[in-house]
Structures are given as C-alpha cells and as structure tokens.
C-alpha cells in the first residue's frame, strides 16, 4: 500500500516535470486532442517554462533527461519508435543527452575494491579521475602495470534501488495510460515499459556489456577500418569492465576533427559501411552510434564504444532488408514488394502488384536528386509509414535498425555534408546478395533445410511409440474416440512426420 502511494506521488512529480517542458500534452498536437485534453493542456502550459524548445520530441527528453536513468532510457526506446511517434517527434528526441556529474572517486574505487578483490593501486599503476559520467555509470583512464592504458567503467553505487523506484512508477503511468487513454495502447504502453526495463537490467549488468563488446569486435573484424576496444575479462565484473583505452578524436568534436586532418569524407563512408557491414554480414551492430561513443585515430580508424546497446538481426530479416536496399537501389519495386511478402511481413490476402506500387510512390521521388537531399533513413521510415495501409507488422530489431540508420546518416552528414549513403551502402549490399543468394547461399540453405528434415526425422520413433500408446488405451476402453481426447492433433503430427521422413531420406539419397 506504502508502496503504491509513493509510486503514485513520484508519479505525479513526474507529470509536473513534463509539464513544465510542455511535454504531457504538447500544443503542436492540440487539435488532435479531446476537447477535455485541450483545456488540460492549455492548463498545465500555464506552468511551463518560457525558454523551451520548438520540437515537441527535444522539449520531451530535457525533461526525461531532469527525471533520472529509467525516464531517460524510456526515452532512448521511444526514439526508436518513429514508426508511432512521427518523424519530427523521434528527431528530436534522439537528441536526449545521459549526462550526470560524477560520483565521488572514493565511492568508485571502494566499487572496483570490492568487485575486484584488491586496492586500485594495487591493480592499477594509474588511476585518474572520471573523464565520462552518465545515469548509470562512469569511465576513468587507468594505467596497467605493463604500462597500457585501459578504460575503467563503473557501475552508480545505489543505482539498481533508483531504478527499481523508478520502473514501478513507469509501470503505474503505463496501466493508467491504457485504462484512461485507449489511443495509447498502439504504443502498448506495459509490454513498453517491460522493455525499458529489461534493457536497464542488461546496462546495469558490466558483464552483459563485456560480451556484447567482444561480438561486435569480431563483426567488426569484417569491416575496413572499423574497431571495437579490445575487453580486459580478468578485471571485468558486474559492476566493473576494462576495456583498451583508445586514443581518437570525438566525432562529437568537429573542431578537433577538422584540426586532425582525418579525411572527413573517408570517414563518413567508413561509418555507413561499419555498419550496414556489421549488420548484414555478421547479424549485429552497435545500437547506439552517436558522435560521442564514435571516435577517429590518427590513421582514419573508426572506433566505437559504450557497446551496452546491441541491435540483432536474423538472418531471414538481413535477406529481407538487403532484398529491399537491392530494390529501392536498382528501381526493381517488383523484387522489393515479393521480399516483403515472402518474409511474411504483409499478409497474403494484399496485392504484391499493389505493395509494389507503394514502394514505387516512396522511392521514385528520389532519383535525380542530390544525395543530401534523400536521407536513406527518410526512405526507411517513410517505408515504414505505409505499414498501416497493408497490415503490415515490423518486428523490433527492424525498427531498432531504422534508428540507428538515422542516428549514422545524421553523423556521416556532420562528417560530410554531400555524403550519399545510398553510395556508401552499395558494395555492402551487392557483395551480401552475391554470396547469400549465389551458389554458396543456395548450398547453406540446403544443408539448412536438411539439417530440419533430419531432426523431424529423429522424432518420428517417439511418434509412433506415442500413436501406439493411444491404440492400445483404446483397445483397453481407456480412451474413448466421443469424449475422450481429440485424436486429430496426433494424427496430423504423424502426417507431418512421416512426411518429413520421407523427404529427409530422399534428401539423404540426393547428396548421397
């Protein structure tokens, strides 16, 4: 009961805070609004403050950004939703900023002392102040005792409580918003905070964050001149990781990058091939490229780090996103359209003819224009838009994908204001389709597809002894063919085998 009202009282905080940015009920949407909804908005402008941002979407994350690390994670996932929120709205809330002062140094080294088993001075030569320091946690360059120097992260002390707190006054807002507010339920506002939740249970666990590291450092192995610091595991912990310190220019640093005399333009292209490459080749990426977690060595080295957010694709998704980039880049909208239905994302009862005139109205508009005219990531969500028409479902780690297409096209265009990522993306795309839809895709299909006949094979045995148990309960009046069980499930499931049976075998004979 205590509990409740204090989530309810926090939650009420919450709502002033988002009032006071014009952020509960935005004026940009009044016309949109209820006619109660509007006088509640023109209310609580009364309160809002004077200097606040035009955009709707950056007024909402200065104020998620004063409510603490849950509000502002909420507020990541959110920007990744434009497919909702609208375009406009997802910009500027891509622009929340997870910056905190630093906890004090004594508190950071009784951390490591305690998760490491050791005194700093006795693991570390050197060990400076934070030089980052965000909701969750903070970096501090330290010095080995071979003499490399290693970036140490530390978990907030009292974090996990504040986010406890937190995520049950999130969960309150969210059965509140479905029970008052129905046109809210499209954003599925529980099944949303459940997200935001399990996603700062993984950031608050370093270990999860080492591993993620250490895979994308391998997709990254892929790419030209795209790298992720290596993870020193021994003095890696749940609330500790150290990974290679590396010595870059911040992306996020225009002025220092333009004074470096990195190729600017190079770079750009190294970003979009980092990672659409990652993505398509190995199935992952960093889903998180801002300038800040991007930095630039001396020889044009593209480094990334802050690796807690990871995107994964499967493969039947990486064939369906390389089908519709292949399209849209060769103007085959025929090709697009089929590889939306063959990946079951609209339903069967539409038209491909029609979905492919859809596609068409969205990319023909952007022949003949300049590259910096015609975002990719403009072409994606504007893609995205006409789900609706044809009941189309995206799956997550698509829109998740979108997102982070939008945040390295607005960076590569930082780096270079004419940079075509159409072009960029191409020889990614081209070399993908080549080796997944040539010979050597076909055959890993195959053996893909043998491999699943030959595992409904090997459960053909217990089907049978199962088949013979009914007969025999049936043949003792155990079971009755009326009233008893349905029996259709086992009869189809027998079908089913004994069909997979037979085309395993005769796969079998064919490689045979």
Same mark, same amino acid.
């Given at each position: 009961?205590i509990?409740?009202?204090?989530?309810?009282?926090?939650?009420?905080?919450?709502?002033?805070?988002?009032?006071?940015?014009?952020?509960?009920?935005?004026?940009?949407?009044?016309?949109?609004?209820?006619?109660?909804a509007?006088?509640?908005?023109?209310?609580?402008r009364?309160?809002?403050?004077?200097?606040?941002?035009?955009?709707?979407?950056?007024?909402?994350?200065?104020a998620?950004e004063?409510?603490?690390?849950?509000?502002?994670?909420?507020?990541q996932?959110?920007a990744?939703?434009g497919?909702?929120?609208? %375009? /406009? #709205? *997802?910009?500027?809330?891509? !622009? $929340?900023q997870? &910056?905190?002062?630093?906890?004090?140094?004594?508190?950071?080294?009784?951390?490591?002392?305690?998760?490491l088993?050791?005194?700093?001075?006795?693991?570390?030569?050197?060990?400076?102040?934070?030089?980052?320091?965000?909701?969750?946690?903070?970096?501090?360059?330290?010095?080995?005792a071979?003499?490399?120097?290693?970036?140490?992260?530390?978990v907030?002390?009292g974090?996990?409580?504040?986010i406890?707190?937190?995520?049950?006054?999130?969960?309150?807002?969210?059965?509140?918003a %479905? /029970? #008052? *507010?129905?046109a809210?339920? !499209? $954003?599925?506002? &529980?099944?949303?905070?459940?997200?935001?939740?399990?996603?700062?249970?993984l950031?608050?666990?370093?270990r999860?964050?080492?591993?993620?590291?250490?895979?994308l450092?391998?997709?990254?192995?892929?790419?030209?001149h795209?790298?992720i610091?290596?993870?020193?595991?021994?003095?890696?912990t749940?609330?500790?990781?150290t990974?290679?310190?590396?010595?870059?220019?911040?992306?996020?640093?225009g002025?220092?990058?333009?004074d470096s005399?990195i190729?600017?333009k190079?770079?750009?292209?190294?970003l979009?091939?980092?990672?659409?490459g990652?993505?398509?080749?190995?199935?992952?990426f960093?889903a998180?490229?801002?300038?800040?977690n991007?930095?630039?060595?001396?020889?044009?080295?593209?480094?990334?780090?802050?690796f807690?957010?990871?995107?994964?694709?499967?493969?039947a998704?990486?064939?369906?996103?390389?089908?519709?980039?292949?399209?849209f880049l060769?103007?085959?909208?025929?090709a697009?359209?089929?590889?939306?239905?063959?990946?079951?994302?609209?339903?069967?009862?539409?038209?491909?003819?029609d979905?492919a005139?859809?596609?068409?109205?969205?990319?023909?508009p952007?022949f003949?224009?300049?590259a910096?005219?015609?975002?990719?990531?403009r072409?994606?969500?504007?893609?995205f838009e006409?789900?609706?028409?044809?009941d189309?479902?995206?799956?997550?780690?698509?829109?998740?994908?979108?997102?982070t297409?939008?945040?390295?096209?607005?960076v590569?265009?930082?780096?270079?204001?004419?940079h075509d990522?159409?072009g960029?993306?191409?020889?990614v795309?081209?070399?993908?389709?080549?080796?997944?839809?040539?010979?050597?895709?076909r055959?890993?299909?195959?053996?893909?597809?043998?491999?699943?006949?030959?595992?409904?094979?090997?459960?053909l045995?217990?089907?049978i002894e199962?088949?013979?148990?009914?007969?025999?309960?049936?043949?003792?009046g155990?079971?009755?063919?009326?009233?008893?069980?349905r029996?259709r499930?086992?009869?189809?499931?027998?079908?089913?085998l004994?069909g997979a049976?037979?085309?395993?075998?005769?796969?079998?004979a064919m490689l045979g």
């Amino acid at each position: 009961m205590i509990s409740s009202l204090l989530s309810f009282l926090r939650l009420i905080r919450a709502v002033f805070v988002l009032a006071r940015h014009d952020a509960v009920l935005p004026q940009e949407y009044q016309s949109m609004h209820p006619p109660l909804a509007r006088v509640l908005g023109r209310v609580s402008r009364l309160f809002a403050i004077r200097d606040r941002a035009d955009n709707p979407g950056e007024r909402l994350a200065r104020a998620l950004e004063k409510l603490g690390p849950s509000y502002v994670k909420f507020g990541q996932v959110l920007a990744t939703r434009g497919d909702l929120i609208g %375009e /406009r #709205f *997802a910009r500027g809330l891509a !622009r $929340l900023q997870d &910056k905190m002062p630093a906890f004090d140094e004594d508190e950071a080294r009784a951390v490591i002392n305690r998760e490491l088993g050791a005194p700093v001075d006795e693991i570390f030569e050197d060990f400076g102040p934070a030089v980052a320091a965000a909701s969750i946690a903070q970096v501090h360059k330290a010095r080995l005792a071979d003499g490399r120097w290693v970036a140490v992260k530390i978990v907030r002390p009292g974090i996990a409580d504040r986010i406890a707190k937190d995520i049950r006054t999130l969960s309150l807002g969210a059965a509140l918003a %479905e /029970r #008052f *507010a129905p046109a809210s339920k !499209r $954003l599925e506002p &529980k099944l949303f905070v459940e997200t935001v939740a399990r996603s700062l249970q993984l950031e608050t666990d370093l270990r999860l964050e080492a591993a993620a590291g250490s895979e994308l450092s391998e997709a990254a192995s892929a790419v030209a001149h795209y790298r992720i610091p290596s993870v020193e595991w021994p003095l890696s912990t749940k609330s500790v990781l150290t990974t290679q310190w590396i010595d870059g220019v911040a992306l996020s640093n225009g002025d220092a990058l333009r004074d470096s005399g990195i190729d600017r333009k190079a770079l750009a292209t190294t970003l979009t091939r980092a990672f659409l490459g990652t993505a398509l080749h190995r199935g992952v990426f960093h889903a998180d490229m801002h300038a800040g977690n991007l930095f630039a060595s001396e020889d044009g080295t593209l480094w990334a780090v802050d690796f807690g957010i990871m995107g994964r694709i499967g493969r039947a998704e990486r064939r369906f996103l390389a089908l519709i980039l292949h399209g849209f880049l060769t103007r085959n909208y025929k090709a697009a359209a089929e590889a939306h239905f063959a990946a079951g994302y609209v339903p069967a009862n539409h038209s491909v003819d029609d979905f492919a005139s859809a596609l068409r109205a969205v990319g023909e508009p952007i022949f003949g224009k300049n590259a910096d005219e015609v975002p990719m990531s403009r072409v994606l969500l504007q893609l995205f838009e006409i789900t609706d028409l044809f009941d189309m479902r995206l799956r997550p780690e698509l829109v998740m994908l979108q997102k982070t297409m939008v945040q390295c096209e607005g960076v590569a265009r930082s780096l270079d204001p004419q940079h075509d990522m159409w072009g960029a993306s191409a020889p990614v795309v081209e070399e993908w389709m080549k080796r997944e839809l040539g010979p050597e895709g076909r055959a890993r299909d195959f053996a893909e597809d043998v491999s699943r006949l030959y595992g409904a094979a090997r459960k053909l045995p217990d089907a049978i002894e199962d088949w013979a148990e009914v007969g025999r309960k049936l043949k003792a009046g155990e079971l009755k063919l009326g009233g008893g069980p349905r029996l259709r499930p086992w009869f189809l499931r027998l079908a089913w085998l004994a069909g997979a049976a037979a085309a395993g075998a005769a796969a079998m004979a064919m490689l045979g």
